[in-house]
């Protein structure tokens, strides 16, 4: 009886063993069956020619047509292949349709992105763009869509969502661009909000005191300087909410943006100007770019531009073309407002220069995976659409460039062939994208910066703030024409240089705003970097891209040495000074030192912040402190050296009090977090932690898809900006006409594809900053399409 039943289990046991080998095997095999096609030969519908397709071992795919139609429509066959759940992604976010792919749990998201309507924007932009662009994007999109059908199975994580991929439509090239904007600016007005709300509500010199118009950090690039202000006479106002307020945790420089600059060729070894470039977003399995070269005929002539592409768009992004090349960093100019309305007695009709109006509704249904479709009504003006309401429950509309036909368009292919930097800046003046630094340099050494993007004209109001345009006094006159955008070109030191904080003075600034710039302490590293010396090769260029000097930090680590554990009674305060004394004054993998200064200034800017927080979430609930908080460096910075005793936050009797809880709390939270802070590192503390989308919710998943959790060097406010899973997002240094000695990197992967042969290959490469090129290796895969009948 008891060797039946043994012998029963055993067989139970090895059926169960053998049904999950088989379902391993089934998706192993599925998995297979979803990559891309790298070699031999497929034939494409309405290619004219024939398009050679080779990728070298890295996977960067090199693209050989006789038309920029049929190029197109190579490309898009490739990124249908490597990279369509990203792609899809981008449309879905922009377009507000998540919820079709992840239930409810993206619906709320959904609903505040429909606001926009981008579906029905891009569709309007693609039916009224030139022929040539439209033709562009239906390659492409013709492409995506034959490369999705020559695939052997869906994507994996289509499976494992439980739904089928839609085709791609050619508006959904203009969703990947309007993703963009929802990547690299506000989409609801949160800043004009919040910086509205503390001038109402606080006194006049503290709020001046808090919002200055400059810092010490500044480093523009005609050297303006614009003013701090005084300590105040006035205190923090009092707030019957004395709960902690928990802010974002993060350093204030932590914020989409990037670096780049350029060098003049008087100072390079070619005569040519050299361009770098590292453009900073939130970094995941794949990568956002795909490294390409394309090679083209058009009039004649032949054309190739190295660089990067966006999977969803047809277009190289950033890159050379031999004569030219360019980079981006996000520009933070104001490009949106926040209007107030007036409203009749009635509340169904707002006041306008042309009487009251009624508003527009507009219905859209979400599909939610899982669940009814649900139907949300828009309420939209003349100037946009309704976001919010103020503390007074007055509603707020949003007029920004991304509702305007200016603000998307396919301008930026003219990059692609623009022979120097005057015809590279009369580009980007045209480009409708969101608004970036543009930075070039050119093969016969010239080197510019200008704003690529559309610009908006005010008049009679502040930009920075809610306004009230009822009467006509007050709103846009359109937009700037292209003779009419600031621009710097071959300055006479020979150098260039942005990093997401102020750019220039005067006019120029008048004219491009502020819409919430970095703090300059990347900006005034990297232009004290190219001071620093009267040539460069890429290899300096790159060494300031890597700079991780912790310059910001020296006078916080000075002010914890001097004035804070001296007097600290802390038990482990001699072990803290240890650390500091031996720091190694970067953000080096190994070090203890600057890992505990960071902290401690975090905490202790939480700490002073909190009266500021309290009062402005007791008037209003949207008042979001990420959005204002980029220059309060320089008050916190004065109010921890001055120590103004009417400005003691309400939790402490003391600034000392205040310093000595901050140093406490930093010590817990590491040992609660990691162990015993006394063996940590900055490294690990900042460890790799770039993952697949779904790698979070699906078990296991992450040991398939997501890169190593390694030590990672750099931070914000340095050149170096790493921090886990946001930072640059590629690396490129490049002098156009000498591309074989240009420097490249970029993490994650170029696939996108867990099983690809080239998964994961440059990550390392990124992480330790060892030099890699930007021209393709020798051809490792060769795939050739072919037009039918052909």
């Known amino acids: 009886m008891q ?89 879905r976010n922009s377009a507000g349709e998540l919820s079709a792919l992840f239930g409810e749990v993206a619906l709320n998201r959904d609903k505040e992105i429909r606001l926009h309507r981008f579906r029905d924007r891009a569709e309007r932009i693609l039916s009224s763009m030139p022929t040539e662009h439209r033709q562009i994007i239906q390659a492409y999109t013709a492409g995506v869509n034959h490369g999705l059908t020559q695939l052997g199975a869906h994507s994996f ?75 105040p006479a006035s205190a923090w106002p009092s707030s019957t909410n004395q709960q902690l307020v928990m802010l974002d945790n993060q350093p204030e420089d932590r914020t989409i943006g990037s670096n780049n600059w350029a060098v003049g060729g008087a100072l390079s070894p070619y005569q040519a100007g050299i361009l770098a470039d590292d453009m900073h977003l939130g970094l995941r399995v794949p990568n956002i770019w795909f490294k390409a070269q394309f090679n083209w005929q058009q009039n004649g002539h032949t054309h190739q531009v190295t660089g990067v592409t966006l999977p969803g768009t047809p277009l190289m992004v950033v890159g050379s073309n031999g004569k030219l090349a360019w980079g981006f960093t996000n520009s933070y100019g104001d490009w949106s407002d926040l209007i107030r309305l007036k409203l009749n007695d009635t509340g169904d009709q707002y006041l306008t220069p042309a009487g009251y109006q009624a508003f527009n509704y507009v219905s859209q249904d979400i599909e939610i995976k899982g669940a009814p479709t649900q139907t949300i009504e828009i309420k939209e003006t ?83 703030y809610i306004a009230d345009w009822s009467d006509g006094s007050a709103g ?82 000075d002010f914890m040495l001097s004035s804070v554990l001296p007097v600290s009674q802390h038990p482990q305060k001699a072990l803290v000074k240890e650390a500091l004394q031996n720091w190694t004054a970067s953000a080096s993998e190994h070090d203890l030192g600057y890992l505990l200064v960071r902290q401690f200034r975090l905490n202790v800017r939480n700490k002073v912040y909190q009266d500021l927080n309290r009062i402005m979430l007791e008037h209003s609930a949207r008042f979001n402190f990420n959005a204002v908080r980029n220059q309060m460096e320089a008050p916190l910075w004065e109010m921890v050296s001055q120590q103004p ?20 709390d930093t010590l817990a939270k590491l040992d609660k977090d990691f162990g015993d802070w ?72 170029q696939a996108g594809h867990p099983l690809s042969p080239y998964f994961g290959l440059g990550h390392e490469a990124w992480r330790s900053g060892q030099p890699t090129g930007l021209l393709p290796g020798p051809g490792r895969y060769h795939l050739s399409l072919q037009p039918i009948g052909g």
Do not use: C
């Not at 060797?3 to 059926?15: E, I």
């Not at 232009?527 to 020296?554: M, V, Y």
């Open 3 to 91: 060797s039946t039943t043994s012998r029963y289990l055993k067989l139970t046991l090895l059926g169960l063993l053998s049904l999950i080998l088989l379902a391993l095997l089934g998706g192993y095999l599925l998995l297979r069956a979803s990559l891309p096609q790298l070699d031999g030969q497929r034939t494409v519908p309405d290619l004219q020619e024939s398009v050679e397709v080779t990728r070298d071992e890295g996977g960067m795919a090199v693209f050989k047509a006789q038309s920029r139609l049929d190029l197109a429509r190579a490309v898009g066959f490739v990124h249908g292949q490597e990279r369509f759940f990203q792609m899809d992604l981008l449309r």
């Open 157 to 231: 994580e289509y499976y494992l969502l439980g739904v089928t991929p839609a085709k791609w439509q050619a508006s959904d090239t203009m969703l990947a661009l309007y993703s963009m904007y929802l990547d690299l600016q506000h989409h609801d007005g949160r800043r004009d909000f919040s910086l509205s709300l503390m001038k109402t509500h606080l006194p006049a010199d503290l709020y001046a005191f808090l919002h200055p118009e400059g810092s010490q950090w500044d480093a523009p690039i005609d050297d303006s300087l614009r003013p701090t202000n005084p300590l």
């Open 382 to 464: 003349i100037w946009g659409p309704v976001v919010s309401e103020d503390e007074n429950g007055m509603p707020l509309a949003l007029r920004w460039v991304a509702h305007d036909s200016q603000g998307a368009n396919l301008n930026l292919i003219g990059l692609e062939v623009a022979q120097d930097v005057g015809q590279g800046a009369a580009v980007g003046a045209t480009a409708g994208m969101p608004a970036q630094n543009l930075m070039m340099a050119d093969s016969a050494g010239n080197i510019g910066w200008t704003i690529s993007g559309p610009m908006p004209i005010r008049f009679g109001f502040d930009g920075r």
């Open 476 to 557: 846009w006159a359109g937009y700037r024409d292209p003779q009419d955008y600031p621009k710097v070109i071959n300055p006479a030191d020979h150098r260039l240089w942005t990093a997401n904080s102020r750019v220039v003075g005067g006019q120029m600034y008048e004219k491009i705003g502020d819409g919430g710039y970095a703090l300059g302490a990347r900006n005034q590293q990297i232009r004290d970097g190219l001071r620093a010396k009267d040539s460069f090769n890429e290899q300096d260029l790159l060494d300031i891209q890597l700079d991780d000097r912790a310059l910001f930090l020296a006078p916080w680590r």
């Open 645 to 664: 005793a009417n400005l003691v936050p309400s939790d402490f009797d003391s600034w000392q009090e205040l310093f000595n809880a901050a140093l406490t």
């Open 678 to 749: 006394r063996t940590l590192t900055w490294g690990q503390f900042n460890a790799v932690d770039i993952r697949h989308p779904l790698s979070a919710f699906v078990p296991m998943l992450g040991k398939l898809t997501d890169m190593p959790k390694e030590s990672l060097a750099g931070d914000s406010f340095m050149p170096r900006v790493a921090q886990s899973s946001s930072g640059a997002s590629q690396r490129l240094v490049v002098a156009p006409g000498h591309e074989d000695k240009a420097i490249f990197h970029m993490p994650s992967s």
